[in-house]
């Protein structure tokens, strides 16, 4: 009960919450297993939502036939050369294949949800906090312990507990507003922590906001570089 | 309870007190945030209510097509062949979707009702997303201008701005009236508008414990940059592709 008050008092900025997790023994165990929980519920309950979706939309391989037919009985498809004909046809069905990332159902990408947004949230608190903390103790001379740092820190997930809306099919919440917030969280964790003055502790927030950009960008460049190689050794070796 | 309704009831107001209260609440931003909760749900009903309620009267996918093929009738007459060919082949593209999503009548209902219910429960998300994220701005610069204000205290005092979007049913019921009903529920926005945005200087000058002008300004610096913001950014991202190209360009030739 007192983990559930505190997590909600996170939620709404009470100053109060984050020195309570601070001064909890084991606040690092309870912030490790708030995150791992909230990502998995969260995870189950789009998962459900999304199950939802697919059963009770439309059925969308008709509208892709429809849509197909229209195409291939409309005046303007018999001035297209045959070769373009191909291509088109290749266009469309890669279009289709990404409708998920426009919204239609896709259960099977949701159930991969419950082991990558973990891991997800768990490297990010981590980055974050690490690059928080390195430049809160050595860069402003605050006084925190890493692990109470990061116990504290793991209250910043608190605003995701919205997604958990995700239950009812196409409820999308704004990314923005989330981050925002949760940087907001992050903030007063910062604060409280560290005892840094407000401006100290907003500049501690913002450049380990970018700096924890910097991994991100390695990371997906890492993976574009992978799936780029792959497709050159696919389709033949350049020239 | 006593409490709850005065805050939402006395922002209307404009009740200095109330924007006090808030600033020095320790839960001030849970309590502003049940406003937006209550006046987004309220709305939200409103508006998801409109929503299912138009699926449940949608007529006929066959008598929907009639009707629009003869309201299209005389500017397809008016047409190129050519041109009316493909307005014709794009329709009836149309109603074939439409016939799919309404073949299963209580299927398209259950979507339907289910998409209102989102609709309902993410209106006060939709208020947050309105107002958190350019607040948090205004804040920043009202510091800068020497405002006093906590995180909490700012946001408490600002979300009370949705307070006058429970007009927004009446707006809604007003656009329904035939002939005129466009023009009453336009008034009924830009009333409510106007007031949110009275609200929301008090609510600011209120948290920083400073003048009404200062408020003012710290909110146009803050839309000043945020319009300005993006578009700087685009015009450096731009010279700097231009930059790259010709550095490109340089290295080929």
Known sequence: MNIVSTFFNALFLREDAYSRMRDKEKGLLSGLIMIILLALLVSVLA????????????????????VW??????????????????????????????????????????????????????????????????????????????????????LAVTPQVFQLL??????????????????????????????????RSFWVTIVTWLLALIPFFLISGFFTAIVSGVQMVLSGLPK | ??????????????????FEAQRTSPDAFKRAFLVVVVV??????????????????????AQSQKEAIEAMRPFLEN???????????GMNLGFRIQRIVQADRGKFLTDQLLEALGLWFTSP?????????????????????????????????????????????????????????????????LITFIWSIVIYVVAVAVANSFSYARG?????????????????LMLLFAILMIVLGSLAGGGTS
């Open chain 1, 47 to 66: 998962l459900v939502g999304d199950m939802i979706e697919a059963a009770t939309g439309p059925d969308l391989g008709q509208i892709k036939d429809a």
């Open chain 1, 69 to 154: 037919q229209y195409m291939i009985n409309s005046s303007w498809w018999k001035e297209i050369p045959p070769a373009g004909q191909k291509q088109t046809q290749q266009m469309f069905e890669l279009g289709w294949s990404m409708s998920p990332l426009f919204g239609a159902p896709n259960p099977v990408g949701k159930a991969f949800d419950l082991i990558v947004r973990p891991v997800i949230w768990l490297a990010d608190w981590l980055i974050f906090g690490v690059i928080a903390f390195v430049l809160a103790r050595f860069a402003f001379k605050g006084e925190s312990r890493l692990p109470t740092f990061l116990g504290v820190l793991a």
């Open chain 1, 166 to 199: 995700q239950i009812l099919p196409g409820v999308e919440i704004d990314g923005l507003l989330l981050n925002l917030w949760s940087l907001c969280c992050a903030y007063l964790a910062i604060k409280v922590c560290f005892g840094l003055s407000v401006a």
């Open chain 2, 1 to 18: 309870m006593r409490d709850f309704v005065s805050l939402l009831w006395r922002p209307l107001k404009l009740d200095v007190n109330v």
């Open chain 2, 40 to 61: 987004g749900l309220l709305t939200g009903l409103f508006a998801g209510g409109v929503t299912f309620g138009n699926a449940y009267l949608a007529p006929d996918p």
């Open chain 2, 79 to 89: 047409m190129p062949p050519e041109t009316r060919t493909y307005v014709q082949e």
């Open chain 2, 125 to 189: 998300i939709g208020y947050l997303a309105a107002i958190i994220p350019f607040t948090l701005l205004v804040l920043l610069i009202a510091r800068l201008l020497g405002g006093r204000a906590s995180l909490s205290g700012m946001l408490g005092c600002t979300l009370l701005a949705v307070t006058p979007h429970l007009l927004d049913p009446i707006g809604i019921l007003l656009g329904a009236i035939p002939f005129c009903g466009a023009c009453l529920g336009g008034i009924v926005g």
């Open chain 2, 216 to 232: 003012v300004a710290a909110i146009l610096i803050g839309l000043a940059v945020s319009v300005g913001g993006p578009t700087v």
